[in-house]
């Protein structure tokens, strides 16, 4: 691990057991450092001949007593393209110093500087609807141009989150609940893209599975990175409802799309949003929160009449059929899906599918 200094090479050695995070820090805490703990632990690993066993003890010892062990580590990381940033990194997040629970290693593939720039949160659960999802992807694409968009690895809300972010300035962290060993092989193409243009992110070392607990820890992270978190679809139990939760213990921002009452994909938005939450529908309902004022960096596209026509039916209408953007806007059909087509080029609108469009902006 020529790359790393001898305190980050001590972390990722520690990090590479899977013995409980609370021993790893207990350890580190006796020893004064990583390095000194890996270069005296026949010492300082004494104790956990007790809570873990003496073979787990001696197989640590056994890795320090040649270079094999950390070269094979090295080999790993270097033949996956995989970096490990450790909380004595330059790039390790500011957000995450001052916690006592947080990942002590940080594995990525792609853009490292992504750990220091401002983030938004966004998840969803796997069954939110079509149009919440192309309507939350416009939103991210957008957002996207001023805070990264952070997010998870699952379809759903987080696949659209990633694509959206993707097609806007690529900004986008997708961070995974297990190691790189075990990613969602479904995405596998999106992930890769991710890697290519943003950061793909792991808080496990590479073999790593994915547990039962892994996900809230994984949402927990998610909350905490974020400087406010945005739930495109969540039912009345879903997992983005945890990371909201989290959200609002770390003292968080939370944004969530609004849904028509009785839609079951959509009762957590809607409690999030009867609890307090920013009833959000577009990305001026989520950017002007964080004092970020879009209409001010650069006017809006240019509209010929009939567009504007067909812009402003749009918007009182919310969301319609093209044949009632028709009647209110007083186009011919025919002539409407070309005037449809430009503005959402334009990014005014979002196409829902079944011939619905909705208003972005």
Same mark, same amino acid.
């Given at each position: 691990?020529?790359?790393?200094?001898?305190?980050?090479?001590?972390?990722?050695?520690? /990090?590479?057991?899977?013995?409980? *995070?609370?021993?790893?820090?207990?350890?580190?805490?006796?020893?004064?450092?990583?390095?000194?703990?890996?270069?005296?632990?026949?010492?300082?690993?004494?104790?956990?001949?007790?809570?873990?066993?003496?073979?787990?003890?001696?197989?640590? &010892? *056994?890795?320090?007593?040649? /270079?094999?062990?950390?070269?094979?580590?090295?080999?790993?990381?270097? !033949?996956?393209?995989?970096?490990?940033?450790? &909380?004595?990194?330059?790039?390790?997040?500011?957000?995450?110093?001052?916690?006592? /629970?947080?990942?002590?290693?940080?594995?990525?593939?792609?853009?490292?500087?992504?750990?220091?720039?401002?983030?938004?949160?966004?998840?969803?659960?796997?069954?939110?609807?079509?149009?919440?999802?192309?309507?939350?992807?416009?939103?991210?694409?957008?957002?996207?141009?001023?805070?990264?968009?952070?997010?998870?690895?699952?379809?759903?809300?987080?696949?659209?989150?990633?694509?959206?972010?993707?097609?806007?300035?690529?900004?986008?962290?997708?961070?995974?609940?297990?190691?790189?060993?075990?990613?969602?092989?479904?995405?596998?193409? #999106?992930?890769?893209?991710?890697?290519?243009?943003?950061?793909?992110?792991?808080?496990?070392?590479?073999?790593?599975?994915? !547990?039962?607990?892994?996900?809230?820890?994984?949402?927990?992270?998610?909350?905490?990175?974020?400087?406010?978190?945005?739930?495109?679809?969540?039912?009345?139990?879903? =997992?983005?409802?945890?990371?909201?939760?989290?959200?609002?213990?770390?003292?968080?921002?939370?944004?969530?799309?609004?849904?028509?009452?009785?839609?079951?994909?959509?009762?957590?938005?809607?409690?999030?949003?009867?609890?307090?939450?920013?009833?959000?529908?577009?990305?001026? /309902?989520?950017?002007? !929160?964080?004092?970020?004022?879009?209409?001010?960096?650069?006017?809006?596209?240019?509209?010929?009449? *009939?567009?504007?026509?067909?812009?402003?039916? #749009?918007?009182?209408? =919310?969301?319609?059929?093209?044949?009632?953007?028709?009647?209110?806007?007083?186009?011919?059909?025919?002539?409407?899906?070309?005037?449809?087509?430009?503005?959402?080029?334009?990014? #005014?609108?979002?196409?829902?599918?079944?011939?619905?469009?909705?208003?972005?902006?």
């Amino acid at each position: 691990m020529e790359e790393y200094t001898e305190e980050e090479k001590g972390y990722i050695w520690l /990090d590479s057991f899977q013995i409980e *995070d609370g021993e790893k820090r207990r350890l580190l805490t006796e020893a004064g450092s990583a390095a000194r703990l890996a270069g005296n632990f026949r010492f300082f690993g004494k104790s956990l001949i007790k809570s873990c066993g003496e073979s787990v003890y001696n197989n640590m &010892c *056994d890795s320090l007593s040649n /270079d094999g062990y950390r070269t094979k580590i090295s080999e790993l990381l270097e !033949r996956e393209k995989i970096r490990a940033v450790t &909380c004595a990194s330059d790039e390790y997040p500011e957000a995450l110093r001052e916690k006592t /629970d947080a990942p002590l290693v940080l594995y990525g593939k792609g853009d490292f500087s992504l750990l220091k720039t401002r983030m938004l949160t966004v998840v969803g659960s796997r069954r939110t609807p079509p149009a919440a999802l192309k309507l939350g992807a416009k939103i991210c694409e957008q957002v996207s141009s001023h805070l990264a968009i952070l997010t998870g690895t699952a379809d759903g809300g987080d696949r659209a989150a990633a694509e959206g972010a993707l097609a806007g300035s690529g900004k986008v962290i997708a961070l995974a609940a297990g190691g790189f060993s075990h990613l969602p092989q479904g995405n596998f193409q #999106l992930l890769n893209r991710v890697a290519e243009r943003g950061l793909l992110l792991s808080a496990h070392s590479f073999f790593t599975p994915v !547990r039962v607990f892994s996900y809230e820890r994984r949402n927990a992270l998610l909350a905490a990175l974020g400087e406010g978190v945005f739930v495109i679809g969540a039912g009345e139990k879903s =997992g983005a409802l945890i990371t909201a939760g989290y959200a609002e213990k770390f003292g968080k921002k939370i944004f969530a799309l609004p849904y028509a009452p009785g839609t079951a994909a959509g009762t957590g938005c809607n409690a999030l949003i009867k609890k307090g939450a920013y009833l959000t529908e577009n990305s001026f /309902d989520i950017l002007g !929160r964080f004092g970020i004022n879009l209409l001010e960096e650069k006017s809006a596209p240019p509209l010929s009449a *009939d567009e504007e026509r067909v812009f402003s039916a #749009l918007k009182e209408l =919310g969301e319609a059929h093209v044949t009632e953007i028709s009647e209110k806007s007083q186009v011919p059909v025919f002539r409407l899906y070309s005037l449809l087509a430009a503005l959402e080029v334009k990014g #005014l609108l979002v196409r829902l599918g079944g011939n619905r469009y909705a208003a972005a902006e």
